[in-house]
């Protein structure tokens, strides 16, 4: 009995061992797939995007908020928004203390707007502005922003010098940069490649919290005007 116990278990190490190799080998072909094309996460898995074991690993909602720095009456873009994960929740915070702070969304993809659009309606949120466009060419003026809030989305764009240098671009003088990244996402890069595209675009890193091979937050701020000048 012992005997076959002993086998039982050393064949399901061994199943086990190999179903993970697979998961492994998954993970790396999709990865270097995705870093070779740079494409939107589709909808159909927004859905994942939800799940609490995700939250509960690599960070809550409000932690990685309360990482950028959003603050009531702050004027923030969201780029990449999706369904709206982090949207209702920006909304809030920057309305709160009726200081009339606001939420500008830029999203590529029709059904994630479909989506966005019917969670702020479900949720009353008043806020809050939804724009189709594309972040590599936002259709909004220069120097307008207090924020520019990215969760995951880095990695999904094919040109990135062109989208930090935009990110800059709406910015007002002593703006916030913000980029939050986590390993679960297929899309992940590590905090130096938005560091160097950050400051390759005059902006001044502020500090990373959080794990740079987990789950982090890097900010990055526009220079003042006056300090700008004196350069």
């Known amino acids: ?19 993970m190799g697979i998961f492994l080998l998954g993970q790396v072909i999709l990865r270097v797939k995705r870093r070779l094309h740079p494409e939107p996460m589709p909808p159909e898995i927004a859905p994942y ?12 909602l409000e932690r990685i908020v309360e990482r950028a720095g959003v603050s009531p009456g702050m004027r923030v873009l969201e780029i990449g928004p999706g369904p ?15 200081n009339g702070g606001s939420v500008t969304c830029v999203e590529l993809q029709s059904k994630m707007i479909e989506m966005l659009l019917q969670r702020l309606d479900a949720e009353q949120i008043g806020n809050v502005e939804v724009v189709q466009g594309d972040g590599q060419h936002l ?11 990215l969760v995951t989305v880095i990695g999904e764009v094919p040109d990135l010098p062109t989208f930090f ?27 130096k490649t938005s560091r160097e595209l950050a400051l390759a675009t005059g902006l001044e890193d ?26």
């Open 1 to 19: 009995m012992r005997i076959f116990a002993a086998r039982w278990l050393q064949g399901l190490g061994i199943m086990l061992a190999m179903l």
């Open 49 to 60: 995007l939800e799940a609490p074991l995700r939250r509960k690993l690599f960070g809550s």
């Open 84 to 98: 709206g994960l982090f949207t209702v929740l920006l909304a809030r915070r920057v309305a709160a203390q009726s």
């Open 139 to 149: 259709p909004l003026p220069d120097e307008c922003f207090d924020m520019v809030f």
């Open 165 to 191: 240098s935009e990110c800059a671009r709406v910015l007002k003088p002593g703006g916030i940069l913000s980029v939050t990244e986590q390993l679960c996402d297929p899309d992940f890069r590590l905090p």
């Open 206 to 231: 502020v500090g990373l919290t959080g794990n740079p091979w987990w789950s982090y937050t890097a900010n990055f701020r526009k220079a003042s005007s006056v300090a700008a000048s004196t350069l």
